[in-house]
């Protein structure tokens, strides 16, 4: 028995002559958001579906809810939300049809009302799917992951194709939902509002883990000026003293702090 959410150890899994999963270890408490970060082939997406069930493993331990997705049943299964980067369609239904389909699925789903509030889709409910925009279904790809009531719940890539403020609008969701996630994204200011830890994946492997404020020591600043240069986590107090030196203006004076983009791009050694 486990009190995380998600528990993995030493998970492996290869494709032919590919490994896509090399060692990883993953641990997700309860309630915990957490962002899965990696460049394009990282093996995010085979480490999710393995965590969802969805896909063998080769090698390693895992447990979902305190179960293995490869040997779990249909009542875990309803504890799991998942939404995929892209869903099968259901065009001809409206919406408040398409989610009391799924609804029927679940012991204790929410409410139609109350699943349509949380997504922002009120006002859309009598709407024929396939008359929705893109951002609009992927509002209902959410609704169709939370209307179960899930203890974890997958989203991978799910603002993608949103514009800003229909992004900031889905954070707010996310925020108001009362469960655990494990996100998948490219967009590090998503991860950023959204994740109380982030994983950095690459080539099937972490290369760091930690709060998103602080990964990379991001929470220290860079304070420059004409005659020097220093890291400090206190740069009001730096600045203070060298106002006092220079008995006013500091000359050149500059202060940077690293954002989350930048640490992850030095982590997984892209050229910049
Ligand atoms: N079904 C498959 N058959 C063969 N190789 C696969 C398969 N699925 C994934 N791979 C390979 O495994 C590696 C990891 O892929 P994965 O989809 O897990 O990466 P990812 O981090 O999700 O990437 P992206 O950010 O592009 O979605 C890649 O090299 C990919 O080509």
Same mark, same amino acid.
């Given at each position: 028995?486990?009190?995380?959410?998600?528990?993995?150890?030493?998970?492996?899994?290869?494709?032919?002559?590919?490994?896509?999963?090399?060692?990883?270890?993953?641990?997700?408490?309860?309630?915990?958001?957490?962002?899965?970060?990696?460049?394009?082939?990282?093996?995010?997406?085979?480490?999710?579906?393995?965590?969802?069930?969805?896909?063998?493993?080769?090698?390693?331990?895992?447990?979902? /809810?305190?179960?293995?997705? *490869?040997? &779990?049943?249909?009542?875990?299964?309803?504890?799991? #939300?998942? +939404? $995929?980067? @892209?869903?099968?369609?259901?065009?001809?239904?409206?919406?408040?049809?398409?989610?009391?389909?799924?609804?029927?699925?679940?012991?204790?789903?929410?409410?139609?009302?109350?699943?349509?509030?949380?997504?922002?889709?009120?006002?859309?409910?009598?709407?024929?799917?396939?008359?929705?925009?893109?951002?609009?279904?992927?509002?209902?790809?959410?609704?169709?992951?939370?209307?179960?009531?899930?203890?974890?719940?997958?989203?991978?890539?799910?603002?993608?194709?949103?514009?800003?403020?229909?992004?900031?609008?889905?954070?707010?969701?996310?925020?108001?939902?009362?469960?655990?996630?494990?996100?998948?994204?490219?967009? /590090?200011?998503?991860?950023? *509002?959204? &994740?109380?830890?982030?994983?950095?994946?690459?080539? #099937?492997? +972490? $290369?760091? @883990?930690?709060?998103?404020?602080?990964?990379?020591?991001?929470?220290?600043?860079?304070?420059?000026?004409?005659?020097?240069?220093?890291?400090?986590?206190?740069?009001?107090?730096?600045?203070?003293?060298?106002?006092?030196?220079?008995?006013?203006?500091?000359?050149?004076?500059?202060?940077?702090?690293?954002?989350?983009?930048?640490?992850?791009?030095?982590?997984?050694?892209?050229?910049?």
């Amino acid at each position: 028995m486990t009190d995380d959410a998600v528990r993995v150890r030493g998970l492996r899994k290869s494709y032919r002559d590919t490994t896509a999963v090399d060692g990883l270890d993953l641990d997700i408490a309860h309630g915990e958001v957490r962002a899965l970060l990696g460049p394009n082939g990282a093996g995010k997406t085979t480490t999710v579906e393995i965590l969802e069930g969805h896909r063998s493993r080769d090698g390693g331990s895992v447990s979902v /809810l305190g179960v293995d997705p *490869a040997r &779990a049943g249909i009542a875990w299964r309803r504890e799991i #939300g998942i +939404v $995929l980067q @892209e869903t099968a369609d259901a065009a001809e239904l409206t919406v408040a049809e398409t989610i009391r389909h799924v609804a029927r699925y679940f012991p204790r789903p929410r409410s139609l009302d109350e699943t349509l509030d949380l997504v922002g889709l009120a006002e859309k409910r009598d709407s024929r799917v396939r008359r929705l925009s893109g951002g609009q279904r992927r509002r209902l790809d959410v609704a169709l992951g939370i209307v179960g009531r899930p203890r974890l719940l997958f989203l991978d890539e799910p603002t993608t194709g949103f514009d800003p403020v229909a992004r900031r609008q889905f954070w707010s969701t996310v925020r108001g939902l009362d469960t655990t996630i494990l996100l998948t994204t490219h967009y /590090l200011d998503e991860a950023a *509002a959204l &994740a109380d830890r982030v994983t950095v994946i690459d080539a #099937g492997r +972490v $290369l760091a @883990e930690g709060d998103p404020a602080t990964l990379g020591a991001r929470d220290l600043a860079t304070v420059t000026w004409r005659d020097g240069r220093e890291r400090t986590a206190d740069p009001a107090a730096l600045v203070a003293r060298l106002t006092a030196v220079y008995s006013g203006a500091v000359p050149g004076l500059e202060i940077t702090r690293p954002s989350l983009e930048d640490v992850y791009l030095d982590l997984i050694g892209a050229d910049r």
